[in-house]
C-alpha cells in the first residue's frame, strides 16, 4: 500500500501561481511514476503531468510551457509549480502514484478566479 497526501491547493486569481505538493509513504519501488490529474465538474478526469523516478517528464498540451513537475526522491515527494493559471485550470487535482499498482490521493481544489 501507498498512502499519498496533497497540500498547496486553494483560491487565485487568473494569472498567479500556486504550488501543489503530495508526499508518498508506504511500500514504494525504486522505479516509480508520480505525477498529477485534475478533474473539472462534469469532465473526466485527465492527466496534467508525470514524471518518472528517472527524471522523465510529460505534461498535457494544456499545461506544457507553464506547468512544472518535479520530486524529491530522498521525500518522495512530487511537486507541481503552477504558473499563469487559467480559469480552465479550475479542479481538484490529484496526486497519482505508480509502478505495478496505481494510488490516488484525496484530492485537491484548485480554484483560478477571471
Known amino acids: 500500500q501507498v498512502q499519498l497526501v496533497e497540500s498547496g491547493g486553494g483560491l487565485v486569481q487568473a494569472g498567479g501561481s500556486l504550488r501543489l505538493s503530495c508526499a508518498a509513504s508506504?511500500?514504494?519501488?525504486?522505479?516509480?511514476?508520480m505525477g498529477w490529474h485534475r478533474q473539472a465538474p462534469g469532465n473526466q478526469r485527465e492527466l496534467v503531468a508525470t514524471i518518472t523516478s528517472g527524471g522523465s517528464i510529460k505534461y498535457s498540451d494544456s499545461v506544457q510551457g507553464r506547468f512544472s513537475i518535479s520530486r524529491d526522491n530522498a521525500k518522495n515527494t512530487v511537486y507541481l509549480q503552477m504558473n499563469s493559471l487559467k480559469p480552465e485550470d479550475t479542479a481538484v487535482y490529484y496526486c497519482n502514484y505508480y509502478d505495478r499498482v496505481s494510488y490516488w490521493g484525496q484530492g485537491t481544489q484548485v480554484t483560478v478566479s477571471s
Open positions: 508506504g511500500s514504494m519501488r525504486s522505479i516509480n511514476t
